[in-house]
């Protein structure tokens, strides 16, 4: 496999490489905006879970006309600056009233018209941990945006579409007049990521934001856990049909005729958690157990388990077992105590 | 109105479920298992039996266990009742458990109480119990009443990845907390003393440049140990944790992971961390890796366990599967590798070649043609026989059996050969053979009763000795039996024998990778009048005497049957006869497994070894009915167990291609080497069998992508299909006739599993794995379901054909035969025979004039496949498939499944197709005509009229752009635009107005409509070229159905249908009253739900359903 095989599955991430996007979500909020026009009338805009920045990209060239649009983007991660876009580095689910204050200074005292969030969390593969751990993104960026929004804004997060997500459309309901599942083409068939488009904010009567405490999510009740009336929002599908399809395999060669020349990717990848570790096992240098490896030596219980048929293959050819001869045949298979005795040379 | 008990009937219910492991625990000799909010209990009686001993179900709710915590005794005796809490996500319970021999008993549940936020930790404080939550919050509660008691926050609230609880009280009790910023955050919730006001943290801890997923505090030695994310495991010296201001010091940073770190555990000596990379390790304190255990597959080992007192370490696997380890720390008793020290004054000559005779006598030869012994047991050198002629060249090979005979053979270049009865070594017999080199030498053994040397000389001549003994002991004798002559290639030798049972033939491997067959006695063929045949196939051959320099006027006899090159250009190295089959070993990483049927060698399945062993080197049997792989794996030799994917032993030899030997008995293995002019050994107690032991075997080790149900066999009583419920949880009657479903799933870890689900049990049985694919597979395909002996024959079993299809373009044809086996718990067996297979870009690449063409995309997924039977005699079905190119290809199958052509394609979609579907139209006097139905991630549906396709003459398939190139399907005979993007989910369902059809898509909505079918008379149709016209009749759409893919759906019948989504219900909808209603649905516990197929089982059971995902889950509902 080659550099370009990845071009080859996944056209998105070749496009954006060539229209030097720093990474293919890009294609998904402007998607979004195709549908839902998300940047008209905008000029404050945050991004939440930012990095590599490819939405802030988007939003600095997107919003407020002539350059006049402001935008802040939050990560865990540093990411190279952007002109016009402010950057503050830190854990958006542990922020503190001066973070929203920093967004807010930033924006001359005004709020902000759009708040979006793209973060993730790394996926352990265990869904409940992964379902849970996202909608803390989700619920946290809800949080500031409570701080941050003007009435009227609107809202954008991604989402897990697993178990629990209708708790979160209703939890999105209760601070919004308008809520919608949305999914860009840009984003895979396999995915079950989604983008919660709210619009309208409109928080309820008498609600104080609190920075100082988390928004909790929501448990079964009315929106029931396998009744009718759990609330499903509706659903969009948003970046019109012509456009690329994300699941599909393409040619390099595009069919706008255009020829295909490998183009680098425009941000390298962000030093990863387990860079160490890589370092230490290209260097051989990874612990490794004692050796000679082997078994230690016990009796062994074997187990005959539901689940746990040895695959045994049994007689499509029968064989016709023959009793073991123990007659004189093989005189040499069993050794006399003498002849060991005798062989034995000091 | 309808009656409102309409809407809850079918209700479905879960039989049995099949996800990861996420919690282990042992309590006294029980060990408990979470699965799902399902727990496991297995018992582990010392010296007993280990077994599962039941299922405890749906404690948690739709939660998955987490953990476990035991409430410690006052007189710490927790031997056979234990309070335990259950918990996992938001969900905690309490049960109270008593056990003793062979029973297990529930005495108690609390409710099922849901916390406000995740538990990452929970811990016993007197009566209640302290839960670590989600957002660095402690909570105190009363598990018994079921209310919060009290609830402290810590000022710094950030969401943990994991906690740890520590302390036996309230006041003492202290949380240390991993954070998302990677620091552990250290507080005392005790510190709180009025309104439950935010706690400061005592201490802030980093070092970790990932997420902490784990930890584990070890009081007795004040040590704390964390698992990360940045695949390290650190080793922390804290003191006594409950005492504030304490000094935090790392004295151990461990990489030994090649992946994420998912758990730690402390011990009294030792460290056990597990992580996904699927290994296990146990580390000393110090940071030393003690040993390693690996064996789990896929994503990883979610939960580890230890019981001190026996030294067990207990692993859960995202497979699903649980193993069992033994814990030994330092120092492997009983094996190891030593020099035998041969180099000595009184021994000259340099080693040349090395052979173990059993497992306790080594044999060796020098550069001087001496031959020595070494007996093991004596720990001595002695010399045999001293022979000149044998100084330049020999070879040398001890003949097989558990004491290796008594003989060994040795071989020159000068085409002689010596046997030699170690005992009695003047007793040795000389034979010129050949003129020339004798290049290889190879013993076969039948029982007791007959013992062969083979030897090849030059231009592919091989002498088959006969080696008898005499009744004295005291000699032996040597006689040419026969000659054989191999097929011509650059290196002509053979390389390896073994008698086919029951001894007519023998099968032969060659260094050109090709298999033979040979007659063991040719001329006793020929005297029984069948010679006249086997020396048919000699003449073909060209042979005759002399082609080789053979002396004696003996007639050379060709194989009678060969697969030439199965092993390719580096040779077959082993040949094993077993249980009807014939195992073939290769140096191209394989292992076949092949019959004989008619006289012929026919391949059944080509299986490949561990990642990176490409130099099988031979394979055993083992008590327990499982196989062993031997081979070499860069520098080292490896014994390899298949079924639990563990490398039983290691050693460091250099490689395959100095001499070794290697010998196993039941109680010991040895492998012998050359290295450094010295004889170097390795020997391990307990033979190649595994000392670990597998409770659960796993199944597939990351997500199930297509499940299909094949048939059902019934077992009568007499086989007893045995179950793990106890008896009083049968319900009684279902004792009956044994109903077993079988069902194949297969999955992204490139495997195809063949699955045996007994109606009664609840249990699951994994029959066989089938592992051909090079990348994921995502498709599965059924046809030809039948029985073994044919429709007369009343015995159970079970026959059909699949097809598998995935990643890179490729497919795979094999036939299953499922039958009665008394010998294997779920009572049967699954034969599988591979039959062909295809892949693109092979198919193009041997397209003649491909430079013209563009090249298609090696890395096109299949995404779906449907059969589509045809009803001329003779015409193999047709195979339809959904490719991530854009493409909907046609295969024909034929030859039973053994040739497989890629017939028409089209580019229609011009998008990624998710699925295809077929079905049959039948109506009186009208003609039977298969429609397809293909589906993409536009939404929209296409229908295309097979029948038409095929019919010769007609204008529906166009011929190929260019030669060579597969024809082109037309246009569809419909469209219909049923969802706005990607469809997942698609059956139909005939009924009197034409078809019901029904999609689900990604967008969550359901779309049914009736399809009608206006085609023309059977008479009308013999004139003209007319087709079917399709309409769509009634089309609804149900937009918010599930909140995520609609990815399995089923159509019972014209009022019912049942669909399945990654948002995890399981749903009913009534049909036939204008738009679908919604009935009710279930909540299930697989995520990622990929597929789902649904069956009828019998009147009284209902419909069975299986749905496959990260995990298999299994549903039964009465219609
Ligand atoms: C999918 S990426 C966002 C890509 C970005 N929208 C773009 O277009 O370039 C998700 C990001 O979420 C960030 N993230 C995850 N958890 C976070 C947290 N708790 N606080 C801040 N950022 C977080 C990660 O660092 C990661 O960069």
Redesign the pocket.
């Given at each position: 496999m080659g550099r370009t095989s990845k071009d080859k599955r996944d056209v998105y991430y070749r496009l954006a490489k060539e229209n030097g996007?720093?990474?293919?979500?890009?294609f998904?909020?402007l998607q979004l905006d195709e549908e839902f026009h998300l940047f008209q009338g905008v000029t404050r805009a945050v991004?939440?879970?930012?990095?590599?920045?490819?939405?802030?990209?988007?939003l600095s060239q997107k919003i407020g006309g002539q350059g006049s649009g402001h935008v802040v983007a939050?990560?865990?991660?540093a990411?190279a600056p952007l002109p016009g876009v402010l950057q503050i580095q830190?854990?958006?689910?542990?922020v503190r009233l001066s973070t929203a204050k920093e967004i807010i200074q930033h924006f001359e005292g005004c709020p902000a018209d759009l708040v979006?969030c793209?973060?993730?969390?790394?996926v352990t593969g265990l869904h409940d941990v992964d379902e849970y751990?996202q909608a803390?993104?989700l619920l946290?960026a809800l949080n500031i945006a409570t701080h941050v929004l003007k009435p009227g804004g609107c809202f954008v997060a991604?989402i897990f579409r697993g178990r629990d997500v209708t708790l979160i459309y209703s939890q999105l309901r209760v601070f919004f007049s308008n809520v919608l599942c949305a999914k860009p083409r840009s984003s895979r068939n396999s995915s079950i990521e989604a983008f919660a488009v709210c619009q309208g904010y409109d928080p309820p009567e008498g609600f104080l934001p609190d920075l100082t405490k988390p928004l909790l999510d929501h448990s079964y009740d009315f929106n029931q856990l396998d009744g009718p009336t759990r609330i499903i929002v509706p659903f969009v599908t948003c970046g019109d049909l012509s456009s690329y399809d994300s699941d599909r395999s393409y040619p390099l060669d595009l069919e706008d005729g255009s020829e295909y020349k490998y183009t680098p990717p425009t941000q390298p990848p962000?030093s990863p958690p387990y860079q160490e570790a890589c370092t230490l096992k290209k260097k051989g240098r990874l612990a490794k157990e004692l050796r000679p490896q082997d078994c230690p030596i016990s009796t062994v219980d074997t187990l005959s388990q539901p689940l746990a048929a040895p695959q045994r293959h049994t007689l499509l050819a029968p064989e016709v077992r023959k009793p073991v001869a123990q007659g004189p045949l093989c005189p040499f298979s069993e050794p006399t105590v003498e002849d060991s005795e005798m062989n034995c040379s000091p | 109105m309808d009656a409102p008990e309409d809407y809850v009937w079918p209700r479905a219910t879960s039989e049995l479920i099949l996800l990861p492991v996420t919690g282990l625990e042992c309590v006294g000799d029980r060990l408990l298992a979470g699965e799902g909010p399902d727990v496991l209990v297995y018992s582990l009686d010392f010296g007993g039996h280990l077994r599962m001993m039941k299922r405890v179900q749906n404690l948690l709710g739709h939660y998955l266990i987490h953990g476990f915590r035991v409430r410690p005794e006052p007189n710490g005796d927790v031997d056979s009742e234990a309070m335990v809490a259950v918990f996992g996500s938001k969900g905690l319970r309490i049960v109270k458990v008593s056990w003793g021999p062979g029973r297990f008993r529930e005495l108690w549940r609390s409710g099922l109480w849901n916390m406000s936020d995740w538990i990452w930790d929970a811990r016993w404080l007197e009566g209640n119990v302290a839960l670590a939550l989600g957002h660095n919050s402690v909570v105190l509660y009363d598990p018994v009443v079921g209310c919060m008691l009290q609830e402290v926050p810590c000022t710094d609230r950030?969401?943990l990845s994991s906690a740890c609880l520590i302390g036996d009280t309230w006041k003492e009790l202290t949380i240390v907390a991993g954070a998302?910023s990677n620091q552990l955050l250290v507080w005392y919730p005790a510190a709180a003393l009025i309104d439950n006001k935010p706690v400061a943290p005592d201490r802030r801890v980093s070092g970790h440049v990932g997420v902490i997923f784990s930890m584990s505090y070890l009081e007795s030695k004040g040590l704390l140990a964390t698992a990360s994310e940045d695949r390290s495991v650190r080793i922390w010296k804290v003191g006594d944790l409950r005492v504030p201001g304490g000094r935090v010091q790392n004295i151990g940073h461990c990489f030994g992971h090649s992946a994420r770190v998912w758990q730690v555990k402390l011990l009294e000596n030792y460290l056990i961390s597990a992580g996904e990379d699927c290994v296990c390790l146990v580390w000393s304190h110090e940071g030393e890796i003690l040993q390693a255990f690996r064996g789990h597959q896929g994503r990883g080992i979610r939960a580890i366990a230890a019981h001190e007192r026996q030294a067990w370490v207990v692993t859960g696997g995202d497979d699903s599967g649980i193993r069992l380890w033994h814990l030994v720390g330092r120092g492997y008793p009983g094996s190891g590798v030593s020099a035998l020290c041969f180099k000595s004054r009184s021994r000259p000559g340099t080693l040349k070649a090395v052979t173990l005779a059993g497992s306790w006598r080594l044999l060796a030869v020098t550069d001087t043609g001496a031959l020595y012994l070494y007996d093991l047991e004596v720990k001595c050198w002695e010399q045999l026989l001293e022979d000149k002629r044998f100084q330049s060249y020999c070879l040398l090979e001890a003949a097989p059996g558990p004491e290796g005979f008594g003989l060994c053979a040795m071989a020159n270049g000068e085409g002689r050969v010596k046997v030699v009865p170690i005992n009695t070594p003047t007793a040795a017999v000389d034979l010129t053979l050949f003129r020339g080199k004798v290049h290889s030498l190879s013993w076969a053994l039948r029982g007791y009763e007959e013992l062969l040397l083979l030897a090849s000389g030059p231009g592919g001549v091989v002498a088959c000795l006969e080696i008898t003994a005499a009744p004295t002991g005291k000699a032996i004798f040597v006689k040419e039996r026969c000659r054989y002559l191999l097929p011509p290639s650059k290196q002509r030798w053979h390389t390896c024998s073994a008698f086919l049972p029951p001894g007519d033939f023998l099968v032969c491997g060659d260094r050109r990778g090709s298999v033979l067959l040979f007659p063991s006695r040719p001329a006793l063929l020929k005297d029984l009048g069948v010679g006249g045949k086997a020396g048919a196939v000699t003449g073909a051959l060209g042979a005759g005497s002399g082609s080789g320099g053979g002396e004696t006027a003996l007639t050379e006899w060709g194989p009678v049957s060969t697969l030439p090159s199965l092993h390719g250009k580096q040779g077959v190295t082993s040949v094993t006869c077993h249980g009807g089959y014939v195992y073939t070993t290769g140096r191209d990483g394989a292992y076949y497994q092949l019959f004989v049927r008619g006289g012929q060698l026919q391949p059944v399945l080509r299986q490949k070894s561990c990642r990176g062993m490409n130099w099988v080197a031979g394979l055993r049997m083992v008590a327990d009915g499982s196989m062993v792989i031997l081979g070499f794996h860069a520098n080292e030799f490896v014994v390899w167990s298949p079924r639990s994917h563990e490398k039983l032993h290691i050693v460091n030899c250099g490689g395959g291609h100095r001499s070794w030997a290697f010998s196993d008995t039941e109680a010991a293995m040895a492998f012998a080497y050359l290295k450094d002019g010295d004889v170097m050994l390795y020997r391990a107690l307990g033979g190649c069998t595994r000392p670990h032991v597998i409770l659960r075997e796993s199944l597939h080790g990351r997500e199930i992508t297509c499940v299909k149900r094949v048939g059902t066999i019934t077992l009568g009583p007499e086989y007893e299909v045995p179950s793990f419920m106890q008896p009083d949880h049968l319900e009684p009657g279902s004792e009956g006739p044994g109903l077993t479903d079988i069902v194949i799933t297969c999955s992204e870890d490139t495997t195809v599993c063949v699955l045996a689900l007994p109606t009664a049990t609840g249990s699951a049985h994994a029959l066989t794995a089938v592992c051909n694919h090079i990348s994921s597979v995502r498709a599965l395909a059924v046809w030809g379901i039948g029985t073994p002996g044919g429709p007369q024959d009343p015995r159970p079993g079970l026959t059909a054909h699949v097809v598998s299809a995935g990643g890179r373009a490729e497919m795979h044809c094999f036939s299953i035969m499922v039958t009665p086996d008394p010998s294997t718990p779920s009572r049967l067996a699954c034969h599988v025979m591979h039959l062909s297979s295809h892949r693109l870009d092979e198919y193009w690449d041997r397209q003649r004039n491909r430079h013209r063409m563009v090249k298609v995309d090696p890395e096109t997924r299949y995404m779906s496949l449907a059969v589509c039977e045809l009803d001329r005699p003779g015409l193999g079905p047709l195979v339809a498939a959904a490719c991530s190119d854009g493409a909907v290809r046609l295969f024909l199958l034929q030859d039973s499944g053994r040739r497989l052509q890629l017939l028409a394609e089209t580019f229609h979609h011009k998008r990624c197709v998710l699925k295809v579907h077929s079905f049959t139209h039948e109506a009186p006097n009208q003609r039977r005509r298969l429609f397809l139905c293909s589906a993409a991630t536009d939404g929209s549906l296409a229908f295309w009229d097979l029948t038409t396709v095929l019919d010769h003459g007609s204008g529906a398939l166009e011929p190929p752009a260019d030669p060579g190139l597969p024809y082109r399907l037309g246009t569809p005979c419909l469209t219909v635009q049923a969802h706005s993007c990607g469809v997942n989910s698609l059956h139909t369902l005939p009924t009197r107005e034409g078809h019901l059809v029904a999609s689900g898509s990604e967008d969550g909505s359901l779309h049914v409509f009736v399809l009608a079918m206006e085609a023309p008379e059977l008479e009308e149709a013999m004139g003209g070229d007319l087709v079917p016209q399709l309409h769509v009749l009634e089309e609804y759409s149900v937009p918010c159905a599930h909140a995520a893919h609609v990815t399995g759906l089923k159509i019972l019948s014209p009022s019912l249908m049942v669909s399945a989504s990654i948002d995890q219900r399981l749903t009913f909808w009534r049909l036939g009253h204008g738009e679908p209603t919604f009935m009710n649905s279930t909540v299930y516990h697989v995520p990622d739900v990929a597929d789902m197929d649904c069956w009828p089982v019998s009147p009284e059971f209902g419909h069975r359903c299986a749905l496959g995902g990260q995990g298999l889950e299994v549903y039964n509902w009465y219609d």
């Open positions: 996007w720093r990474a293919r979500s890009a998904k909020l991004d939440l879970c930012a990095a590599p920045g490819s939405w802030s990209q988007v939050v990560d865990l991660q990411m830190g854990d958006i689910t542990q979006v793209d973060g993730a969390p790394d751990m803390q993104l946290a991604k962000i | 950030c969401t998302v």
